[in-house]
């Protein structure tokens, strides 16, 4: 059976839309049923709707607070049989409960080679500090923001002429390879925990 899969989205979607293509093959082990956006009418839902996947808008601003935001989109993710929670571009802090209840079952991807540059601007941040390799992490989503296990990381090289444009999109390359592959070792259940580290079986 392949994995029911919910997508997290705030913006363009290139990496939801790397997830669809993976998942377009019907050998991947998971399958997305539900794409939520807190953000109406971003691109990341006209990708979703041409794939002919179930898309959801949930405000954010619409709610009191972030636990009641985070319980109605609880509440959608588990109505649709959601087993992998994907972030892919969401750009809202979740709240201690919502994380608990999908731990070591929501990935998120993050645009720097974690436990370097967490947070926003990373690729501005990455030339600024004159690190020579930069890249993406994909890991298990913990209560501490661009923290916990990780599963894959890829690195590109920070060239002398680079832009936060240019490093961007070197690095977005790679981000569109390590999300699908990251949710795959996920669904095909190769992933344990222990402590800090994601063990990934057969690597
Ligand atoms: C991606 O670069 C992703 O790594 C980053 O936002 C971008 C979303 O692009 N995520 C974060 O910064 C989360 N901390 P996309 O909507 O085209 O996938």
Redesign the pocket.
Known sequence: MRKRVGVL?????????ALLDACADPAFPAEIVLVISNIPGVF?LERAEKAGIATRVIPHKGFASREAFDAEMDRELRAAGIEIVC?????RLLSADFVTSWRDRMI????ALLPSFK??H?HRRAIEAGVKLHG?TVHLVTADL?DGPILVQDAVPVLAADTEDTL?AR??ER?HKAYPLALRLLAEGRVTVEGNRALIRDE
Not at 10 to 15: C, E, K, L, Y
Not at 87 to 91: K, V
Not at 108 to 111: A, F, L
Request: proline share 4%.
């Open positions: 989205v705030s913006g363009r979607g290139s990496n939801l839309q990341a972030l892919a571009g969401f750009m998120n991807i993050h645009p947070g926003l990373t993406c661009d961007a690095v977005l981000e």
